[in-house]
C-alpha cells in the first residue's frame, strides 16, 4: 500500500515534525511505501519564493497524490481540488489532520474562503483528526468520520530526558515558542518582573532572542530553538506558560505547547479557555487561570505551591504516555489508515 504524507510545513516546523516526520520511519516498518513532502520549505521564506516553490512543487505533489492508496493531509489546503477527484481511479482513502485552526487565518473573503474550503475537505474526506474538541460540533453533520486526539507528542523521549530537579534557590518558569507566538505571553512579562520583586524567579523563553519588554527584576533567559534543545531544557522548567487571548479566534486553537509540558513533566499555568479549558478537565491537571485578572494570582500560588508541583509533575508524564504519546497515536493512525478506527463518540 502506497501512503502519500503532506505537511504543512518542513521538518523544522514542530507541529508538522510532530504529526509527519517523525512517523515516516514507523510506517515504513509496517510496510507502506512512504512518500512525503510538505507546502513550505525550510526556514522562513518570503512569500515569492514559496510561491515559486508551490509552482515548482505542485507536479510532484500530483504525481504523488495519485499514486497513492492512502493520503495524509497535515492542514495545508492547496490540495483541495485533488480531494474532490480522490475516487477517481481507485477507492483512494483520504485523511485530513490539524490542530491550528485553518480555516481562521486572514481577515474578510480570505477567511470566508478558508472556511469554505476547510468544510469542503471535511466532506470529502474519509477521516478528519481534530486537536480542539470544538470543531466536533461544527462539523456535526460529518460526525461519523471525526476523529479526536490530543497532540501527539514524543512522551518516551522526553520522558527520558527527564531529570529531578535540584533546589537552585529560583522557581524556573518557562515557554516554548517562536516570534510569531510570543504575542500571546508578552502580556504576563509586566506581571512576572514584579513577582520576582518578592520571589526568586528564572524566566527561559525558547524560541526568541528578545521581547518587548525590559526586566527590571526578573533574570530572563533566551534560548534559540532546535529540536535536541528542546527536549533536554523543556523538562528542566518548574512551571510552563500557556496563555489564550480573550478572542474567539482563541476557542479554536490547538495546544501543542501544552502537550510538551505534560510530557516533560512540567506542571503549567493555562487560560481556561478552549483547548486549555478541555485539557485540564479532562486530566484534572495545571493550574487554570479563569480571567484575565486572575493571571498574578495564580502564576503566584503556583510558584509558592512546590508540593502540587511535584505531584503534578508524576501525574503529567503519565496522562501524556496514556493519551498524547506517540505510541497512542501510532496505534490509532494505523486504525484510520486502513479503517477499523471508530468513529468519536
Not at 508578552?186 to 526568541?208: K, T, W
Amino acid at each position: 500500500m502506497r501512503i502519500f504524507l503532506f505537511a504543512i510545513g518542513a521538518r523544522d516546523r514542530a507541529s508538522s515534525r510532530l504529526r509527519v516526520w517523525d512517523h515516516l520511519a514507523w510506517l515504513e516498518g509496517e510496510g507502506f511505501k512512504v512518500a512525503a513532502d510538505s507546502f513550505a520549505g525550510p526556514g522562513r521564506i518570503p512569500k515569492v519564493a514559496l510561491l515559486r516553490r508551490v509552482l515548482r512543487r505542485l507536479p510532484i505533489w500530483i504525481r504523488q497524490f495519485w499514486r497513492a492508496d492512502v493520503v495524509l493531509i497535515q492542514e495545508s489546503l492547496i490540495l483541495w481540488p485533488l480531494v474532490l477527484l480522490a475516487k477517481v481511479g481507485k477507492r483512494r482513502r483520504v485523511i485530513f489532520d490539524f490542530s491550528d485552526p485553518v480555516d481562521r487565518i486572514g481577515v474578510g473573503w480570505r477567511r470566508r474562503l478558508r472556511s469554505r474550503l476547510l468544510a469542503l475537505i471535511v466532506k470529502r474526506a474519509d477521516i478528519v483528526i481534530v486537536e480542539n474538541r470544538s470543531y466536533l460540533s461544527r462539523f456535526s453533520s460529518q460526525s461519523t468520520k471525526m476523529r479526536h486526539f490530543f497532540g501527539p507528542v514524543n512522551a518516551s523521549r522526553y520522558a527520558a530526558s527527564r531529570k529531578v530537579k535540584q533546589a537552585e534557590g529560583k522557581v524556573r518558569i518557562g515557554w516554548t515558542g517562536s516570534p510569531s507566538t510570543l504575542p500571546f505571553i508578552e502580556p504576563l512579562l509586566p506581571l512576572l518582573d514584579e513577582i520576582a520583586r518578592r520571589r526568586p524567579i528564572q524566566l527561559v523563553l525558547m524560541g526568541v532572542s528578545a521581547a518587548d519588554y525590559t526586566f527590571e527584576n526578573a533574570e530572563v533567559i533566551f534560548v534559540p530553538w532546535d529540536e535536541e534543545r528542546e527536549f533536554s531544557l523543556v523538562p528542566s522548567f518548574d512551571i510552563g506558560l500557556f496563555r489564550l487571548e480573550p478572542t474567539e479566534d482563541s476557542l479554536w486553537r490547538g495546544a501543542g505547547k501544552l502537550f510538551i509540558y505534560c510530557a516533560a513533566g512540567v506542571p503549567f499555568v493555562a487560560s481556561d479557555r478552549g483547548i486549555a479549558s478541555d485539557l485540564m478537565h479532562t486530566s484534572q491537571l495545571g493550574f487554570p487561570v479563569q480571567r484575565e485578572d486572575d493571571w498574578a494570582a495564580v502564576l503566584d500560588d503556583a510558584i509558592g505551591n512546590s508540593d502540587r508541583r511535584d505531584r503534578q509533575a508524576e501525574q503529567l508524564v503519565d496522562y501524556a504516555r496514556q493519551n498524547l504519546s506517540y505510541e497512542r497515536y501510532r496505534r490509532s493512525l494505523r486504525g484510520w489508515i486502513d479503517g477499523s478506527a471508530e468513529p468519536v463518540k
